[in-house]
């Protein structure tokens, strides 16, 4: 068939369609409307039919977790359990297991019990890791030479952390039943290290914000307060560490989410350079694939300096980079950890996006003080407007710059997640919506930070990608020369500006993570320490329109959420220049121990 026969054929075919319209047109017309509405019924059909395939999916998934989890209470319920075990300290714990007083599988049957004690009242369990109980009996049968530095160890992960025959859903229905080959090159040291992975824990469905909450899993509780949230994107590794059933856990952090939780938790925590330890093997969605300016690291949390020390000195070696040959093979550094010359550390309470309650000022002025007590001078570092830019010009903008085409999948028939959906919308506005409603929220008095998120156009062209790489290089750039003019060797601020807020509150609270999100700009490392609690002369001050304006509408929320926060922990957040982890793992531990003997002896 020629071109010319099938283009009049196909004239032929139109001219009778319009034909027969000329001759019957209410006739065609009623043909055509139900024609178009059979087909939008038939996919508003296949929709719900999906959808409810999803849910049936998400729960027999939940389901399962559940059942695991009652397996584990029934297989311990005739045990004899050490309760002591769980509230011993890391450097107690590892040198009893060094020793020989306590067996890997008595440490594990420990843990186990207590995890599912806190879980019962904070939710942050989502796997049982049936392998652990092997896995401790092997570690029983070597001999002390063999033992590695984390003998015995039990360690809980985040849910997307990669474990073999295991799934990483980070709440996504549509990633259910699919297991992974292998473990993550992190998770091989550790094992190899002898540390005892036992549990998997929650995390907000994507990943994108601290809200503890997806559709398969639920919602995790903060195991301090159970009306709050535990923070995230690790936010089950925050309760279940925070509550003490775990002693070590491995997160992963991409605008916050090793630190958040540990502010909300009370724990210590450590981002560390992209790239230190490395990210193969994890399931990142949401990480724009190709998108290699703010990446996903993996970072310990634990409940003091310590633990978070041995796990970088432990997995810091040959057997990290020979599995994942992207690392440099930068090994710890003892020298620059145990170093005693006095340092210059800069120091801010507020980053110019959002105030900090009182008890967090508190804090950074009390770890101030105690930084002055060991022999370091203090030197005031002005953030103004760097945070706000990292955060609204920089972080957000990059981890949207896709315009939401990765979560199409993911998303397309699961709407189990209000916040996700809220984030993949934000993703897909058009420029010109984005904004009508920067201006709409700044005549209603929203943050500046979210203002100016909403001012960034969408990503087009390809140059608009390179205009976004070349901003953030000069963005670190401009910060090095900053830091460099007061010649600091590292930096305390605040982790986040407020305690762990209520339950639901935390959803609207997005740019408080500029606290953390500009040193993932930067990428630079850091840390959490706590330092000490919420008291009701902090609370009585965050009433107090004298000590805190809530000049925003997130300012007055965060102010009414301070009601009943007394007791609840509040940290410090310690950074410093790229591949500083060990000078910033110093002065965590020099903080931490001199909090202990000036405030709390």
Known sequence: MTLQSAVSGLYDRLQSAVDCYNAHPMEVTAALLASGISVMSGFCVY???????????????????KRDIDELKQELSGLKINEAIAKMCFQDLQ????????????VLRAYQA????VNDRTNAITDVIKSAKVQAANLDMLDPSQRGPLH???????????????????GFPELIDIPLKEDSPLIQVLKLKGAVPFIRTNIPQGMRSFACFNGIFGRTKNPHNS??????????????VGGLGSILGVGSDIGGSVRIPACYCGLASLKPTCGRLGWLGNFNPGTVNGQNIIITTDGPMGRDVTSVVQFMRAVLTPDLWTREVLIPPVPFREEIFTGRRPLRIGYYTHNGCMQCVPAVERAVLMAKSALEGLGHTLVAFDVKPKALHAFSRHFIPLLMADNGKCYDELLRYDNSCELMIIFYRMCKMPSWLRLLIAKLLKVLNFDPAMVEVMNQKQTGAVADWYKKTIDVQE???????????????????????????????????????SYTAIWNVLNYPA??????????ADVAKTMDSTCYQAKTKTEQMIRDDARGSEGLPITVQVAGLP?????????MAELEGAIKSKFQS
């Not at 040198?95 to 008595?106: F, M, N, P, R, V």
């Not at 015995?152 to 980070?170: A, H, Q, R």
């Not at 009306?227 to 279940?240: D, L, N």
Request: hydrophobic share 35%; net charge positive.
């Open 152 to 170: 015995g160890i039990p360690i809980s992960l985040k849910e997307t952390c990669g474990l073999k025959d295991l799934d990483c859903t980070s």
């Open 475 to 513: 963005f670190q750039l401009a910060f090095a020369e900053d830091w460099k003019k007061l010649k600091l060797d590292a930096l305390i601020c605040p982790g986040m500006p407020t305690a762990a807020p209520v339950a639901g509150t935390d959803k609207k609270m997005l740019s408080c993570s």
């Open 95 to 106: 040198d009893a297991l060094q020793s020989g007083k306590l067996s890997a599988s008595e």
């Open 227 to 240: 009306s709050r949230g535990p923070g995230g994107s690790s936010g089950g590794e925050g309760a279940i």
């Open 114 to 117: 207590k995890a599912l004690e």
């Open 47 to 65: 929709k719900m039919h999906k959808r409810r395939e999803l849910r049936l999916k998400m729960q027999a998934r939940g389901e399962r977790s």
């Open 579 to 587: 591949y500083t982890e060990e000078l910033v793992l110093r002065v």
């Open 527 to 536: 840390g959490i320490v706590p330092v000490t609690k919420v008291t009701s």
